[in-house]
């Protein structure tokens, strides 16, 4: 990877391998990238490309879904803004797509952020500081006035959107239910 160089007494780019970016970018910046390839002898194979930002973070470094320029949006969705800690608990495309799957890994693990991609490439979630829970019912939720779902990709080009949950509604912002991977809100019947 080659950063191109702003300043003009250079010859216009740095290269770096491995983890000499942590000498080149500091964490949890914004950088306005071109790159382009070249060999390990040092000749240049493409030219530069557009430019890219990058947001330096080891934050979401496991995710296949969230895209690099989407994690400040989404950590600003987050209590704890850029200062959070997420890590890893449960990939339906790694561990199973069943719900008794989703609760062994998720239940009890405290403040959760779930994050889905739609076949068509959309991406959207929810956040609960609630518990999950596998409780033989469905009828059972959990009240968090926290709770919140978003959207980072849609198909009406809507930006990144944070929903908070409706007042009143508090009281049903999950529902644990052993029958149920993540799931946000109480789905009401119209009489």
């Known amino acids: ?19 000499e970016k942590d000498n080149l970018f500091k964490w949890k910046n914004l950088y306005k990238l071109r790159v382009r390839g070249c060999s390990l002898s040092g ?16 934050q979401f ?6 895209k690099n320029e989407e994690v400040s949006y989404l950590l600003s969705f987050l209590p704890k803004g850029s200062n959070s800690n997420v890590s890893l608990l ?8 069943e719900a008794k799957i989703f609760h062994l890994t ?12 739609s076949k068509n490439n959309f991406v959207f979630g929810g956040f609960t500081n609630s518990l999950w829970w596998s409780r033989k019912t469905d ?3 959990s009240q968090d006035n926290g709770a919140f779902v ?10 990144h959107e ?15 239910s052993e029958k149920f991977g993540p799931y946000f809100g109480n789905k009401k019947k119209n009489y």
């Not at 449960?90 to 797509?97: I, V």
């Not at 998720?106 to 991609?117: D, F, H, P, S, Y």
């Open 150 to 159: 978003f959207s980072l990709r849609n198909a009406d080009g809507v930006a």
């Open 106 to 117: 998720c239940n009890r693990m405290g403040k959760t952020l779930t994050i889905v991609q």
């Open 61 to 66: 470094m496991e995710s296949l879904i969230i």
């Open 43 to 58: 000749v240049v194979v493409t030219p530069f490309s557009n430019i890219t930002t990058v947001y330096v973070t080891t």
């Open 1 to 19: 990877l080659i950063k191109e160089s702003t300043e003009t007494n250079t010859i216009g780019a740095f290269t770096f391998f491995d983890n």
């Open 139 to 141: 009828k059972v939720t």
């Open 162 to 176: 944070k929903y908070c949950i409706r007042e009143g509604e508090e009281e049903h912002a999950i529902k644990n």
């Open 90 to 97: 449960y990939r339906g495309s790694r561990d199973g797509f």
